[in-house]
């Protein structure tokens, strides 16, 4: 076992159970991390698969020198690409050979919530920006100080699922009348005062989807995964393995229906004694039939992989999507 001693916040949400399902199958496998973060399951899969190669993405630079750092110890094994996934995979380089293994880790980092200063987080006062890439046009601060109130009180309740969705957005455009807001407190602060008073001491922050909503709008993550996960299908080698980690409802329904959609593309002969016609074999075999969750004492050791879901599949032939 390599040690990794560098100053790591984020860890890995289910590791184990990921790096056996998504085990390379044969000697050599090449291996794509499209959400690298600072490199939890990139060291993991290095680590305990001595003869694969990675190929790592992130679309935040400061992170992915994090990474860097962290998986020098592998050498040449590693690759990076400073890119969104989406763009990699629609674009995907021609000096690489198609990957064994897809792993998508649709989390934000802890990271970003900690240590980056870009206000995703409610609980710190930062200035609001919550962009995953600095080359990004539209900032959380545009959306909050420039969108019209209905348009603002949509993106909260379609992204977010928040039910206060117009109070709040009400609030943010009364506040934003006497001055801009541009910290993140501040918004936290409106949004609290905003809602209900039953609902500010529910199970979690009344922030909490607000701000969930406004960073998925400004990284675009929704529409990114979607096009990135028929992308991605289309590169992965036949009877190559493709994983995906989510974090809310949303992004999980996307993976459940791209799945489920390839799966019913054909009509699968069920007896097990006949022999199946090519044109009869299924294109992807869904792996999780239902999404892998974290233990319970993986939930109390590490509170994010609360509301992770894990869902994967292989490819078993060629589809044109």
């Not at 919550?130 to 109130?149: F, T």
């Not at 009400?170 to 506040?175: D, K, L, T």
């Amino acid at each position: 076992m390599i040690l990794d001693d560098l100053n790591i916040i984020h860890l890995p949400v289910m590791k184990n159970e990921i790096l056996d399902i998504l085990k390379p199958d044969r000697a050599g496998s090449l291996m794509v991390d499209c959400t690298l973060g600072e490199g939890g399951h990139s060291f993991a899969f290095l680590d305990q698969y001595q003869d694969l190669k990675l190929v790592c993405l992130d679309a935040d630079s400061s992170i992915m020198d994090i990474a860097k750092r962290r998986l020098s110890v592998f050498g040449v094994r590693a690759t990076f690409y400073n890119t969104w996934y989406n763009s990699f995979f629609a674009n995907y380089p021609a000096e690489l050979e198609r990957p064994d293994i897809i792993l998508f880790d649709l989390g934000i980092s802890v990271f970003h919530y900690k240590a980056s200063g870009r206000g995703f987080s409610f609980s710190r006062d930062e200035k609001l920006d919550m962009r995953l890439n600095s080359n990004l046009e539209i900032s959380a601060y545009d959306i909050v100080n420039s969108y019209p109130e209905e348009d603002l009180a949509n993106l909260i309740y379609l992204y977010g699922e928040e039910r206060y969705s117009r109070r709040i957005a009400s609030a943010i455009v009364n506040a934003r009348k006497l001055e801009p807001i541009e910290m993140s407190a501040k918004l936290a602060d409106i949004i609290y005062h905003s809602v209900p008073h039953a609902y500010r001491n529910g199970y979690i922050h009344p922030a909490t989807r607000s701000f969930q909503a406004l960073r998925i709008a400004v990284n675009g993550e929704l529409e990114r995964v979607k096009s990135a996960l028929e992308d991605a299908y289309s590169v992965l080698k036949p009877s190559g393995k493709i994983g995906v980690i989510t974090f809310h409802s949303l992004e999980d329904r996307i993976v459940k229906h791209f799945f489920k959609d390839i799966e019913a593309k054909v009509k699968v002969n069920k007896n097990k004694y006949a022999k199946v016609p090519e044109t009869q074999q299924p294109y992807i075999e869904i792996i999780t039939k239902k999404p892998l969750l974290a233990t319970d004492q993986e939930c109390r050791d590490n509170p994010p992989s609360r509301s992770a879901k894990f869902r994967a599949a292989i490819k078993v032939r060629e589809l044109d999507i």
